[in-house]
């Protein structure tokens, strides 16, 4: 009788700690442990790696001008996502945009959860995708800049243009209900920073010189340490965007890594075949090109895929380069749009065909939900691309317009003969006794 009665406390025990027992198994430490990672790779991918990389790809007396960019969007953007930019992004709104609910991380406690993980982790590493997009942007209108106009752009472009992609394609908006397939930024990331970037640079026109005068770098080394360290981070911006140490994540880096190599090694062929020697800048410029393409395919496809994507990355944004800056002669400085833009459209757009599960070795994981067919796969992938990149270009060109009249876009002649190292912040990046 006792002992019975003290089986049956023990069992009602039990059940009154399931409430209890079942918050603590809500958050994955596997997953969340991954995402903390993956948030300090992307972080990575900016400063240093972007730093270093476009710093390298300036004139020396420049140097410090972009590293300085890059290093004030982050600490910028990173205050503007608490104070609001995060709630536009992902806060319950309409189709178009979040609400203000989670202004200033309203709700957002350390015991709020996305999915299985902190919403902490989720909102920290979805900030760092919020930093590089503004951050790729400097190479289009590098060495010409006022840096005060760079921070109102940034801080405006980030509000007006990022927010609400991000909302449309992740938050729960317009593209994300058609089901297109972005799984880390295609469309987020790279088109919206590479059309910005090609829009700055035609409204502010060429440096002084360019094209006749050569522009070329003035410290590889730098450029391919940047580079280096933006192929490691981007395992975190495309592995970690699987929001778990899965499968997902596994493949999703395989892939990255995969398109990257081809990329590079196309980029590299191209030039030897066409200038007779294969260069170091095209190389781990070929490399950009195969990671910035695989981004919004990269959850979606297989190794198979990875390599036609690498390989189409490398070729169609070889030319595109030429095309803008020797034909065109369009001086987006660090060539962000026939890189990073280019890049995002045709990963956006092959995504919807190798994401179909019945190509042989070249099938990737199935379509959106819904979609049962690859012409209505890419019907949505199209009307993607060509979405972010009319809202981006329009929206862009006003907020340019506008920080013209408040503090004036661009240096004056003699700043930017000088360097806007001296210019703008009375500092050298070189000082050789």
Known sequence: MYKQSWFYLFISSL???????????????????????????????????????????????????????????????SVLWLIGVYSLAFDVGNDWIGGMGKAMFAGVGKDAMTGDIPEVSFSMFQMTFAIITPALIVGGFAERMRFSAMLIFSAIWVVLVYAPVTHWVWGGGWLSKMGLLDFAGGTVVHITAGVAAIVAAMWMGNRKGFPH????????????????????????????SALAANADASMAMFVTHISAAVGTMTWLFLEWIKYGKPSVLGAVTGMVAGLGSITPASG???????????????????????????????????????????????????????????????????????????????????????????????????????????VGLRVEHEEEVEGLDISQHEERGYDYL
């Open 15 to 77: 059940f009154l700690a399931m409430p209890t027992l079942a918050f603590a198994e809500e958050m994955n430490a596997a997953n969340t442990a991954w995402i903390l990672t993956s948030t300090a790779l992307v972080l990575f991918m900016t400063i240093p790696g972007l730093s270093l990389f476009y710093a390298g790809l300036v004139r020396s007396k420049n140097v410090l001008s972009v590293l300085m960019q890059c290093f004030a969007i982050t600490g910028m953007v």
């Open 213 to 240: 005068t050569a522009m070329p770098p003035h410290n590889l080394t730098m450029t391919v340490t940047g580079a280096g360290m933006l192929w490691v981070g981007w395992f975190g911006f495309n592995g970690g």
């Open 300 to 406: 979606y496809v297989g190794p198979g895929g990875a390599l036609i994507i690498g390989f189409s990355a490398g070729l169609v944004c070889f030319f595109m380069t030429i095309l803008i800056k020797r034909k065109l002669k369009i001086d987006d400085s660090l060539d962000v749009f026939p890189v990073h833009g280019v890049g995002g459209i045709l990963g956006t757009l092959l995504a919807g065909v190798f994401a179909s599960t019945e190509l042989g070795v070249f099938s990737g994981m199935g379509f959106a939900d819904n979609i049962t067919s690859m012409g209505q796969q890419l019907w949505v992938q199209f009307v993607g691309v060509i979405a972010t990149f009319v809202y981006t270009a329009i929206v862009t060109v006003g907020i340019l317009k506008l920080v013209d009249m408040l």
